[in-house]
């Protein structure tokens, strides 16, 4: 078992960057693969980033790609999505998760509770 925590979330103009974390407590998320979802008001919630155990491979969603990037410590059990050239469209309630390295909200197990990212024009 294991507990996610987000934070960073945050207001920000249009063009500024945030830095979201993702802290893991009790058993380590180290062999498990972190992904990043995001999901609006009243909209589906949807893949942003996903990274797998070792932080070799990563994946992103092709509005972020080349926005984005994702990281990972294991050594301190925290995952990192570093946002830049944000946009009001990537406005949305943040999580992060621990499962299998896919970008579908069901091969995760284990979920954060949510940071809010707002963009403003």
């Known amino acids: 078992q294991v507990q996610l925590v987000e934070s960073g979330g945050g207001l920000v103009q249009a063009g500024g960057s945030l830095r979201l974390s993702c802290v893991a407590s009790?058993?380590?998320?180290?062999?498990?693969?972190i992904g990043w979802f995001r999901q609006a008001p009243g909209k589906e919630r949807k893949f942003v980033a996903a990274?797998?155990?070792?932080?070799?491979?990563?994946n992103f969603e092709d509005s972020v790609k080349g926005r984005f990037t994702i990281s990972r410590d294991n050594a301190k059990n925290k995952g990192y999505l570093q946002m830049n050239s944000l946009k009001p469209e990537d406005t949305a309630l943040y999580f992060c998760?621990?499962?299998?390295?896919?970008?579908?909200?069901?091969?995760?197990?284990?979920w954060g509770q949510g940071t809010q990212v707002t963009v403003s024009s």
């Open positions: 990274i797998n155990w070792s932080g070799e491979r990563t």
């Open positions: 998760a621990a499962g299998r390295y896919s970008e579908e909200t069901d091969d995760y197990g284990y």
């Open positions: 009790g058993r380590t998320f180290s062999s498990y693969a």
